[in-house]
């Protein structure tokens, strides 16, 4: 059954390479996706080399252990790591039929990315977006071909959760669209067409879920009792969730809300504290189990 919203399927271009933006924890999830569902090459792209070789490293190990738990054959294991590198520089997406940025969520950044992706890429290469708030439209408003550009906002950890958000841009066409839905359904994920509004659908409401959660502790009340509260209500309780997301990709959404929606949304104190601490999230986890960091108890 076609999604809603979807367009024909027989629009949908063959996807024979993909080309992924930045070797970050998001996006060595993806590319980890997108080889065992899509089986094509994939090729990272990072302007930092380090994290570039820990990316594809990631990925390689990843499979690895798949490979371990006998969920891939020591053939499957060979091809599909083959198919799994990094390059500097994105000449390597010369031939790909679709590129996914996930980079740091700035919308400058972003644009500078996908017009370097441009200057490579052919004409019918899909431009795709891993934003956790930003506008599609604007991101593709520099571009030569704005309708190119598709928002995929897949979920952490992405090789479990079952959703994909697909966001068309004012501007992208049918045959973009329809390639993203076709995407997804090869990914086998559940897709939903969401509207090109801040933080879409999914980030808007775990906004208002993650947003009053910290508006609890700003006023108080323990981390601690806030996520006990969830228990059997939620698969993670919130500040555990904040710590999986990262702390500033949170307060990132948090504040994209706020300018958005002003008399919903909460901008809280304790958050942008432990963001510009540096630290990862509110429980440390070096122990193997989680235990409320007293570091970061101290900022709260
Ligand atoms: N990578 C791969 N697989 C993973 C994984 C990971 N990081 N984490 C868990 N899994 C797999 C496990 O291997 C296991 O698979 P199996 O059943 O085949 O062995 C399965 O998931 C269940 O894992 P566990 O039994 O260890 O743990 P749980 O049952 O507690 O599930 C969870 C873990 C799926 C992460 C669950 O806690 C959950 O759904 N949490 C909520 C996550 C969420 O809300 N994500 C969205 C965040 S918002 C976002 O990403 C948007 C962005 O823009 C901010």
Redesign the pocket.
């Known amino acids: 059954k076609r999604p809603a919203g979807a367009p024909d399927r027989s629009l949908a271009r063959t996807v024979t390479k993909v080309g992924i933006v930045g070797a970050g924890l998001m996006a060595g999830q993806l590319a980890l996706l997108v080889v065992q569902r899509l089986q094509v090459p994939v090729v990272l792209t990072d302007v930092d080399e380090a994290r570039l070789a820990q990316g594809v490293g990631y990925v390689h190990a990843e499979l690895e252990k798949l490979a371990g738990k006998g969920r891939l054959s020591p053939d499957r294991l060979r091809r599909l790591s083959r198919l799994v590198t990094g390059s500097v520089d994105k000449a390597g997406f010369a031939d790909a039929d679709l590129v996914i940025e996930a980079v740091f969520e700035e919308m400058a950044v972003k644009q500078q990315v996908f017009a370097e992706v441009e200057a490579v890429v052919g004409a019918e290469c899909v431009l795709a977006t891993n934003t956790?708030s930003l506008s599609v439209t604007e991101m593709g408003s520099r571009l030569q071909h704005p309708e190119r550009v598709v928002g995929l906002?897949f979920?952490?950890?992405v090789?479990?959760?079952p959703l994909l958000e697909v966001i068309p841009g004012e501007h992208t066409d049918e045959a973009t669209l329809a390639t993203a839905f076709a995407v997804g359904a090869s990914l086998r994920k559940t897709c939903i067409r969401a509207a090109d509004r801040p933080s879409f659908v999914?980030?808007r409401l775990?906004g208002r879920f993650m947003g009053e959660a910290a508006r609890i502790v700003d006023e108080g009340t323990p981390i601690e009792v806030v996520d006990r509260a969830f228990a059997g209500l939620a698969?993670?309780p919130p500040f555990v969730?904040i710590g999986?997301?990262g702390p500033a990709?949170a307060l990132h959404?948090g504040e994209t809300l706020v300018r958005a929606f002003p008399d919903r949304f909460w901008a809280s104190p304790t958050l942008k504290r432990v963001v510009e601490s540096g630290r990862r999230g509110f429980y440390d986890l070096s122990s193997g189990r989680p235990v409320l960091d007293p570091e970061v108890l101290e900022l709260v």
């Open positions: 956790s906002h979920f952490n950890p090789a479990v959760m999914v980030n775990l698969p993670m969730l999986l997301v990709i959404n």
